[in-house]
Nanobody
Framework: QADLVESGGGSVQAGGSLRLSCRAS????????MGWFRQAPGKEREGVAS???????SYANSVKGRFTISKDNAKITLYLQMNSLKPEDAAMYYC?????????????????WGQGTQVTVSS
């Protein structure tokens, strides 16, 4: 059982930055892929960024060049640096873990989820 706890959400103005963190425990962290997902009201959950077990990184087209995913294996923590935030980035952001290490952006591939952290972006 993987436990994931997100933090770092908040309210920013358009153009601002936030860094989300996800502290993981309860599983072999390095053998899983990790990802960030988001869900806005009335919309489906979508993949934002992921890191596969072998370090391959994927980004959604909508965040490429603005968001950076990284992980600190020593701290067992996943990060999402979000720059140049836009109002359309506002959503609940979730950290997730995939025990098969595929590193996709498909929420269906991820078995373990955190509770989420809210990001609000005002124009």
């Amino acid at each position: 059982q993987a436990d994931l706890v997100e933090s770092g959400g908040g309210s920013v103005q358009a153009g601002g930055s936030l860094r989300l963190s996800c502290r993981a425990s309860g599983y072999t962290y390095t053998s899983y892929s990790m990802g960030w997902f988001r869900q806005a009201p009335g919309k489906e959950r979508e993949g934002v960024a992921s890191i596969s077990s072998d370090g391959r990184i994927s980004y959604a087209n909508s965040v490429k060049g603005r968001f950076t995913i990284s992980k600190d294996n020593a701290k067992i923590t996943l990060y999402l640096q979000m720059n140049s935030l836009k109002p359309e980035d506002a959503a609940m952001y979730y950290c997730a873990a995939d025990p098969y290490g595929l590193g996709t952006l498909d929420p269906g591939d991820f078995a373990y989820w955190g509770q989420g952290t809210q990001v609000t972006v005002s124009s």
